[in-house]
Structures are given as structure tokens and as C-alpha cells.
């Protein structure tokens, strides 16, 4: 029998780590925690007070396709860095297995640019997201926003977690890879939406992608780019088409000076 795809092989394992996370801290303790977590700010209105581009400055330790990117990083020291050069958001990989992520990194960045108070970055959740629970661990660790994945959720999944994430005061960041996904994130009514040009199915990238899906979006949605990002040029590609955020992760962490390049993707690296 086939494994399937990595995205497969990943959601599989996320399972088997959910039901042993409701072990080891039950729901309820975890509600408790969600409940004296700190307030989130609104995800979608601190990316616009960036526009016409927000920056959303990824923390990223490892990946399937390229391995180990920086295992030994300091989450927190990494989450200041993007938050002094003015990223408009930070998102941290929490997934344990492929990513070497943890609940530890995110909560290490909420608490680092916790003292910029409406003016810090908006947190961002990024992981496989298929249980209730997760979004309640996001809460718990101070995300303002948690990444939904279309490819890995069924429509009533979808909705279902879309308006868990809501309930919660945070913003569901819905992910999607091709057309068919596009139209079911439209369907479910995504307020954001993030183009990968990743296809996590075998992790080839297509920076092309987005160029395809950015007329399927909406009026009033959100539109971001995800994945192969290195430079100004390919953030200025992005808004031509009508991207108004872009996720950068690789280049930002294998960068010898992170500020400096959140500072060259906004382009106000010469103002600086």
C-alpha cells in the first residue's frame, strides 16, 4: 500500500501527535489556558496598516524539501529581529516532525514582541491544523491567527475549524494551492487567503501559482503570497498581481542579517 504524499504522510503523523497532545493536557486544562492567554490583536487590520504590502516573516527551523534550515535558532531572538525591522506579522512553524517546530517557539515570540503592544507583528500559527484542539493550543500560545490548509480538510472541516478559529477571536488564514481549492475557500467565505506556490502534495514550487489563482479572489479578501520568495523583485512581482501580504520563511533564516532582509523585502531598506 502507498504512503501516499508527504502531505499525506504529515497530516497522519499530526493526528497521532493530536491525540497524544489531549493525553497529556486535557481539553479543559487547555481551555483554561486559551482563557488567561493574551488578548489578540485583529490579524487583517495590522496587515492593512502595512499596505500596499505586508510582510509576514516566517520562523522556520527545517523543511521536507530542504531539511535543516537553522535547528539552533533562538524563536524569540529571530521573532525581535523581524519585529525591529516592522514585519507586519510572524509566523511560526509549530509542526514537530518535518518542520523541528514547537508550541514553545510561538509562545517564545508572543512574549519577545509582547512590549510593542499594537504596534508588534500579528502572530501567526503555521501548521496541519485538522482538530479543534490545535486551534485551542494556537489561543493557548498567544497566535492571533491560525493557518488552515485546504488541501487537507474536507469542506465541513474547513468551515467547521474556520469558525472555531473565529469564535476565538483570532483570524483563520485559509491556504490554498490550486483552483480547485481557491473555489472552496471562496465558498467558505475566507477573508484571507494565502496562495502557496508550494504544492505540499510533493513540495515542488511554481512561482507562478499565484499568478493563476489572484482573479479568483474576491473583492474585500485578503490576498497573500506563500513560498519562494528571496528578493524586493519577487514582492514587487506579487503586488502587480494583486497580492497584498506575502509569507517569506527560507530566505529570511539562512539571511546573515534577518533585520537587514525584512528591511530589503519592504523596501525600506535605503530609508533605513
Not at 69 to 83: C, F, L, N, S, V
Not at 191 to 209: E, H, Y
Not at 255 to 265: F, G, H, I, Q, S
Amino acid at each position: 500500500m502507498s504512503e501516499g504524499t508527504i502531505l499525506d504522510r504529515i497530516v497522519a503523523q499530526r493526528r497521532t501527535d493530536v491525540e497524544r497532545a489531549k493525553r497529556d493536557v486535557p481539553f479543559t486544562v487547555l481551555q483554561e489556558q486559551a482563557r488567561q492567554a493574551p488578548t489578540p490583536i485583529d490579524f487583517l487590520g495590522r496587515l492593512r496598516r502595512d499596505a500596499p504590502m505586508a510582510l509576514i516573516a516566517e520562523i522556520k527551523r527545517a523543511s521536507p524539501s530542504k531539511g535543516d534550515i537553522a535547528t539552533g535558532i533562538d524563536a524569540a531572538e529571530q521573532g525581535w529581529r523581524y519585529a525591529s525591522a516592522r514585519a507586519s506579522g510572524i509566523s511560526v512553524l509549530t509542526e514537530p516532525t518535518w518542520f523541528k517546530g514547537n508550541l514553545d517557539d510561538l509562545l517564545a515570540v508572543r512574549r519577545a514582541v509582547e512590549p510593542l503592544g499594537a504596534d508588534r507583528p500579528a502572530i501567526l500559527r503555521k501548521d496541519f491544523i485538522i482538530d479543534d484542539y490545535q486551534v485551542l493550543e494556537a489561543r493557548a500560545h498567544g497566535a492571533d491567527a491560525a493557518l488552515l490548509i485546504v488541501a487537507c480538510l474536507t469542506d465541513s472541516m474547513l468551515r467547521g475549524l474556520m469558525g472555531c478559529v473565529s469564535d476565538m477571536g483570532m483570524t483563520p488564514v485559509v491556504e490554498v494551492n490550486n483552483a480547485g481549492e481557491m473555489a472552496r475557500a471562496v465558498d467558505a467565505d475566507a477573508k484571507f487567503i494565502g496562495v502557496n506556490n508550494r504544492d505540499l502534495r510533493d513540495f515542488s514550487v511554481d512561482p507562478n501559482t499565484t499568478g493563476r489563482l489572484a482573479a479568483l479572489v474576491p473583492a474585500g479578501t485578503m490576498l497573500a503570497a506563500f513560498s519562494g520568495i528571496q528578493s524586493r523583485a519577487d514582492v514587487e512581482q506579487y503586488a502587480a498581481l494583486g497580492a497584498t501580504a506575502v509569507l517569506v520563511g527560507e530566505s529570511l533564516m539562512r539571511a546573515e542579517d534577518a533585520a537587514a532582509k525584512v528591511r530589503e523585502l519592504t523596501g525600506r531598506e535605503a530609508a533605513h
